[in-house]
């Protein structure tokens, strides 16, 4: 497989992790997002990804676009060492805090619509991080009583097990700390956090170790 990414993308960040956890062979073939107006904006990217979003995932049997989708086709074509549940009541809940990072938070800070508050809407550095950091928040802290109020989270989000529950929390958690959010009111995230990158498979997804860290 080859995996198109860039190490500072939360979204790319989700699927590295899960790559080594399943431990599947791939090539990670980066993608910068600033340089020269943005390598995902070049045609031959946008042949496979018309998003002009990273990451993609290529495989033999086809490509695909956005890391809750690479994620279940990971999770189905390879569903060994599982990271989803088997109950269909764990398995929505773990998709649930998933979609709760995937949709709720990193759509609003996203390089995009960070650079659009800049460039388009005259926002000026302190606004942009304001706006960042209240996000940040309102997120974690659905999340964190999420977890504190149902006895499933365990080591991890949901049970002693690193889901794909993990995969989405622990890249925000980075981002969140690169912005210096406060993150001392969410005590069982950190829990999870530490729990989570004491494993080779996360530390191995961590921006800082990939090959176009900067």
Known sequence: M???S???????YRVRIALNLKGLDH???????IRDGGEQNRPWYTAMNPLAL???????EGILTQSLAMMEYLEE?????????KSPMARARVRAIAQTVASEIHPLNNLRVLDYLTN???QNPD???EWYRHWIDEGLAGIERLLNEDSATGRFCHGNTPTVADCCLIPQVYNARRFECPLDTFQTILGIEAACNSLDSFQQAAPDNQPDAE
Do not use: C, M, N, Q
């Open 27 to 33: 090539e990670i073939i980066p993608v910068h997002l």
């Open 2 to 4: 080859k995996f198109y």
């Open 127 to 129: 606004s942009r991080l």
């Open 54 to 60: 990273v990451p993609t995932l290529k495989s033999d």
């Open 120 to 122: 388009e809407l005259g």
């Open 6 to 12: 860039y190490f500072r993308s939360s979204a790319a």
């Open 77 to 85: 074509t390879h569903p060994e060492p599982p990271i989803l549940p």
